[in-house]
Nanobody, 128 residues
Framework: QLRLVESGGGLVTPGGSLMLSCAAS????????VGWFRQVPGREREVVGC????????DYLHAVSDRFTVTRDDDKNTFFLNMTNLKPEDTAVYYC?????????????????????WGQGTQVTVSS
């Protein structure tokens, strides 16, 4: 069964860095894209960025595009979100997900409803 598990969140001071992991199981990530998302309570979930099957990165969220980087390590069957120069407004639950339709799984999408397989999320808190 396809499963994604996020980890690496925690408390960090402004200006700090954090690396989030998205570990896949039940499938090999070669041939799959993954998106990273975040959600603040009371707000809509938003797409942060995505990396496709070929390693091409899509930076969807302008506010973080120069600070966050999506990467993948197929040998480890894991995706990553590297976050630098963190700000208090980055505080959110961060999720990874992959598209549900087989024909879509190679590619990145801006639309949240393209993604059907989600991890449980990991909390990132940026505070002094």
């Amino acid at each position: 069964q396809l499963r994604l598990v996020e980890s690496g969140g925690g408390l960090v001071t402004p200006g700090g860095s954090l690396m989030l992991s998205c570990a896949a199981s039940g499938f090999s990530i070669d041939g799959y894209s993954v998106g990273w998302f975040r959600q603040v309570p009371g707000r809509e979930r938003e797409v942060v960025g995505c990396i496709n099957r070929y390693g091409t990165i899509s930076d969807y969220l302008h506010a973080v595009s120069d600070r966050f980087t999506v990467t993948r390590d197929d040998d480890k069957n894991t995706f990553f979100l590297n976050m630098t120069n963190l700000k208090p407004e980055d505080t959110a639950v961060y999720y990874c997900a992959t598209p549900g339709r087989p024909d879509d799984r190679l590619y990145c999408f801006k639309e949240l409803d393209k993604y059907d397989y989600w991890g449980q999320g990991t909390q990132v808190t940026v505070s002094s």
